[in-house]
């Protein structure tokens, strides 16, 4: 409204400004050169300047008008501009269509993101609802309709594959002059949200249950080292039974079992120490045999290189590694598949420790990122991404290191290699141990 006033108060100003420039030069030209004219020579001079000064005005004026007009015309058409590159940059996807779902909008995000250009969908049917949405968003757009709009619902979107994808996406009205309204779509691709959220839970179960486990074990320690006792105390009165023989064996490897349990648990500060290579290796295969069996699986431990070689590591974490190791090799294989687990030493004080499997390996592309916190092939609920990036830290806290290697369909084996214990700090252990 200002500009509108600033407008015709300068294209006035400037309108007398040039009428009196006009009247004023009239009026030397005709004091210099028509001093002496006759009244009829006045009266058109008058007249001529009449017109002139008219006519400058005329000129003036249009000219004035144009170049204000040319101005906004720009100026609109710079907006313009600028609101189709925001909406182009914008991160996420903007989609315009009517109530027929027909798209009158596409911006360059809903490109990557759906795989449709904006020239073969412009006009379409939106093809991105999956069937099971479409109520949803018909309910969606019955909200809009009423001044609601809608904002921040989660809910899926297809590709152009027609793989469904998780969504965030808010609605709302956009109406133009002359037309009915339309529905403006904000949705951004939520699918890395989602997978570390779900990730999140799954560690908070996991947890949980190890914490489960843990109180279980605890509870089932003592009555079952009061039975393993009464066992003993009945197995000295009648040597020869061979049942209550079994049943002490039962009971010894339940309590072990247990122990173990309790110990795994069990998570305290990193405390490094000699291990015994083979035989932290041997102790792990044991407590992982129920679930070899449950999976009619088989484990082949060969430990016979490992002999007398110690690392100086947690033993907690070392068998945490293991275990998370031989997890991912369970979880490859199909049942009745086979898993070797084998440790040799490597040239300049080192060991390898290896976890074979014959399942269903991992693909070049997966190869690359299977060290990534969260990074899981698994469904939900089955893995947390987290395993191989704990192994790689434990390696790299113990001056070792840990790859994958794997032929696609033929299996993968992952290599664990670790500093050995040198043969001075093996002496400086043992002095120390004999001390105490
Ligand atoms: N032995 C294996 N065979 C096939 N794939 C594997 C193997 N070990 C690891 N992977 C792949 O590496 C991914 C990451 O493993 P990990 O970090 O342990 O997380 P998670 O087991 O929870 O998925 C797995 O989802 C899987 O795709
Ligand atoms: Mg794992």
Known sequence: MREKQWFWVTLTLSSITLVALVFAAWELVENRYFRDANYLTL?????????ASSLVLAFWAAWFVLRQRRKSEDELRRSNERYRGLLEDFPGGVILYDKDLRVVEWNASAERMYGYSKAEILGRALPTVPPEKAGELREFMRQVDHGEPVLNAETARLDRNGAAFPVQLSLRPFSERDQPIHYLEATSDIRER????????????????GKMAAGTAHHLNSPLAALLLRVQLMRERAADDHDLARLEEGLTFCRHFVRRLLEFS?????????????????????FFQPVIHAKRAT????????RGLDVCADRNLLETVLLILLSNALDAIPAGGEIRLRCRPLPSDRVEISVSDNGAGISQANLARIFEPFFTTKEPGKGTGLGLAIARNFAAEHGGSIRLESEPASGATAYLIL????????VAAAAEESRL
């Open 194 to 209: 989602v997978r570390w959220r779900d990730a999140m839970i799954e560690l908070e179960k996991l947890t949980s249950m």
């Open 419 to 426: 500093p050995l214990l040198g043969v001075a700090a093996r």
């Open 299 to 306: 484990l082949i431990t060969e430990t016979a290189d490992a």
């Open 43 to 51: 009266h058109y001079l008058y007249i001529t300047r009449g017109v």
């Open 266 to 286: 069990h998570m305290g500060p990193v405390q490094k120490d000699v291990q015994s290579v083979g035989a932290t290796v041997e102790s792990v295969a044991g």
